[in-house]
């Protein structure tokens, strides 16, 4: 694999931090690539290979190639660092394998406030690094930091998907208009078992599981500006009506949606998301 992976776009190792490069899959991807994650504010919920992790400040993750992984669930306050790597970039001494090691767990590890604040930094200032060689050799050096700091941390245990509940996160990821009832026929059992099994996989109900993915997928939709107003990003999203859309954002954001999306990212129609956020219908 040289440098003509689209995620690399001509260069044999690339990073971004996600809040200014938001990515999003509905399925696990897997990658010809070894892709680095290091979490630095919040907290989200990864899969790898059918294990659930959590990735939050201080959380290192290696995904091998050939490893299928996809982000689940975030808080909307969670920022990380991506770090993408093609096999001829690897081949030196002290860096991470391309491949999945043999014995390799496939979680996280925390490496310590010191060490998050170093890869932070270092990852910071190679983005305004001049010059492609130098930001190689740049990123090669965080790349050896990060898997030495890995190796001597405490390995973090990730829970395993019962076949039912990763059939039904990954049915949502793809369809979040799909009920209980709907996921539970696709999942093989009974409604009311699928949902205490994905309570105590997931760590949250699957009715909120899937209004946090509404709500990322209307962020989504906010970040590209394809609706006219809010009340088309709901019902794109998956939500039943303006007026649900309203009592999900106030009870999982804390805040009207006109007020929340102006701060961030400016309103959409901004009088019509008014009065819907005034009468909540």
Known sequence: MGTDHPLLEGHPLKHWRRSTRRRFAARPESHDLLVVLLGIRGRMNYLIDGQVVGVERGSLLFAHAGQAHVLLSETRNFDMWVVLASEPALAAEGLPPFAVPEGFGQGPRRIGEAGCAELEQMAQGLTETAGDAVRCDGLRYWLARAWALWCKADTESGAHLHPAVESAVLALKADLTLGAAALAERSGIRAETLGRLFRAQMGESLVKFRNR??????????EGK???????????????????FFRVFQA?????????YQEKRGPFDEQRAKRHDVSGS
């Open 213 to 222: 993915a509404r709500l990322e997928a209307v962020d989504r939709i906010a």
């Open 252 to 260: 999982l954001r804390g805040m009207a949606p006109h007020a929340y």
């Open 226 to 244: 394809t609706a006219r107003n809010l009340t088309d990003a709901a019902l794109e999203a998956g939500f039943g009506s303006y007026a649900q």
